[in-house]
């Protein structure tokens, strides 16, 4: 298969977007928090039920590979405290600029990849990467923007950048646990194990060690979370890894930076909203640059 690691990456962004609506649906019952200690947790279940149900398990590498560390720290960074982040700004800036200030991942990720991978993009991936992180800010900017207070503007930014470094940095980290060596499966159940104890000792040190019951005793957020789980922090972010993989973290981060765009099929359909002529032109633009990542 040609471009197996580009393909892996827009599949992880249609994964993401999918999973991000009922991410919504299930935060606005059960609080963010508590639903993020939610679907972290239920990832590593059904992560290892997949580990051991296909008969994989013997694959999971020995502790003592120094690539473990790695991938235990890049959960830690990515999926705690890079989700408490950008959560965060979530709830200080809004959506519309958060997803702005998360289109910076992947310039980040080309940056970070080359002391830890060796990693340099040619003159067509720069260009791809452009016009796709280009089309995704029109996309992203088309509503008018409410204003948050001074203090919670600058903080929701802070918040912001520091979810776009831990994406950045949590990725390249992966790449480098998994080398050769360590398949996608097993390295997404150690981050997502490193993940879990992180996200619980956070909990505990926060006295929101029952946030989940939010979850569990609504039923449309818990069948909301089963999905998002699924789809993101399970098979979504274990294609991430694939994607890692078998391209360049830069790229794939880019293709991953796609959501904003690849959702509005989906909230034309199920929230019957309406694209106008921007939206279209910024996903026109989003497009000719992946076909330029693909051609390259």
């Known amino acids: 298969m040609q471009h197996p690691g580009e393909i892996a ?19 606005r019952r059960a609080g963010a928090f508590g639903l993020n200690q939610f679907r972290i947790t239920l990832a590593l279940v059904f992560l290892c039920a997949i580990l051991f ?22 959960g830690l960074i990515r999926l705690t405290l890079g989700d408490l982040c950008y959560f965060g700004s979530l709830v200080l800036l809004g959506p519309r600029l ?5 289109a910076l991942a992947p310039p980040i990720t080309a940056v970070v990849a080359v002391p830890f991978l060796d990693e340099r993009l040619g003159a067509r991936a ?23 207070p001074r203090g919670h503007r600058a903080r929701g930014v802070i918040l912001g950048l520091l979810a776009a ?20 499966l ?29 979850v569990w005793t609504n039923r449309t957020a818990r069948w909301s979370a089963f999905g ?24 794939a981060a880019t293709l991953m930076a796609t959501v904003p ?24 633009l989003v497009v000719a640059g992946v076909a330029v990542i693909f051609l390259r």
């Open 165 to 184: 470094v831990g994406q950045g940095v949590g990725l390249v980290l992966a790449k480098r646990g998994m080398g050769h060596a360590i398949d996608p």
């Open 9 to 27: 990456a827009l599949g992880t962004a249609a994964m993401w977007s999918c999973g991000s609506l009922l991410f919504t649906a299930a935060a």
């Open 98 to 102: 958060t997803t702005l200030l998360a």
């Open 186 to 214: 097993p390295a997404n159940i150690i981050r997502m194990a490193a993940a879990t104890l992180g996200i619980w000792i956070i909990a505990l040190l926060t006295g929101r060690l029952d946030s989940p019951r939010g």
């Open 126 to 148: 720069l260009i791809g990467m452009i016009l796709t992180l280009g089309g995704v800010a029109w996309v992203v900017l088309e509503r008018p923007v409410v204003e948050a």
């Open 228 to 251: 998002a789980t699924l789809l993101g922090p399970t098979f979504g972010v274990w294609l991430s890894l694939v994607a890692a993989r078998h391209t360049k973290t830069g790229i």
């Open 53 to 74: 149900l296909t008969g994989t398990a013997r694959s999971f590498p020995r502790f003592s590979n120094p690539g473990v560390a790695w991938l235990a720290v890049s």
């Open 261 to 284: 765009v690849l959702i509005l099929p989906l909230v034309i359909i199920f929230h019957k909203e309406k694209v106008s002529l921007r939206a279209a032109f910024g996903a026109v």
